[in-house]
């Protein structure tokens, strides 16, 4: 079994469904299609739960944003922060 420590550690590092998209800014439709296209790989599935590491979910932030300062560079301020 895993150690509190091992335990809280595991947490920090996953996210389920609800986290990712609500930490990417965007609707769980959304991200379902990130999915769908694979930008974006669960680290497990079961029949209730789908987690992911929140490093890929960060990268994935990370690909959002550059692609929306690409398309909407209006919407970013000088020091590139979304306005």
Request: aromatic letters at 8%; charged letters at 40%.
């Amino acid at each position: 079994m895993y150690s509190e420590e091992e335990r809280e550690q595991l947490r920090k590092d996953i996210l389920f469904t609800d986290e990712a998209a609500e930490l990417l800014e965007i609707s769980k439709q959304a991200f379902h299609k990130h999915i769908k296209n694979e930008r974006i790989i669960p680290l497990k599935t079961s029949n209730r739960i789908t987690i992911y590491l929140k490093e890929d979910v960060l990268k994935l932030k990370e690909e959002l944003k550059e692609g929306r300062k690409r398309h909407l560079p209006y919407i970013f301020n000088d020091e590139n922060e979304r306005i």
